[in-house]
Nanobody, 122 residues
Framework: QVQLVESGGGPVETGGSLRLSCAAFNSYLCMGWFRQAPGKEREGLAHIDRDGSATYADSVKGRFTASRDNAKNTLYLEMKSLKPEDTAMYYC???????????????????WGQGTQVTVSS
């Protein structure tokens, strides 16, 4: 059963911006964003608690902003100053535990979306 659906990916030029969305069909405490490029391991980018407190990976800190609309059960990722190395499949994840400031990528999320592709051209 699909729990999370990402959207908003697509092609963009270097320096451009994109906003990803993740629609959840349930309410979750902790929600996060990940990405995986071909031939690379999955990378945790950010996660955000229901109260809006977010933690970011160093690779995206200052360029990406995670936010959520709890009334809509929707997670967002605002991406600015995009670089070719940001090209990847982007996934959202969620679960019923609190993020508690743990480093992105270290939490065992149980619910995952199908992903949305972001391609940054140079």
């Amino acid at each position: 059963q699909v729990q999370l659906v990402e959207s908003g990916g697509g092609p963009v030029e270097t320096g451009g911006s994109l906003r990803l969305s993740c629609a959840a069909f349930n309410s979750y405490l902790c929600m996060g964003w990940f990405r995986q490029a071909p031939g690379k391991e999955r990378e945790g980018l950010a996660h955000i608690d229901r109260d809006g407190s977010a933690t970011y990976a160093d690779s995206v800190k200052g360029r990406f902003t995670a936010s959520r609309d709890n009334a809509k059960n929707t997670l967002y990722l605002e991406m600015k100053s995009l670089k070719p190395e940001d090209t990847a499949m982007y996934y959202c994840a969620a679960d019923h535990f609190r993020c508690r400031g743990e480093l992105p990528g270290t939490l065992p999320f149980g619910y995952w979306g199908q992903g949305t592709q972001v391609t940054v051209s140079s």
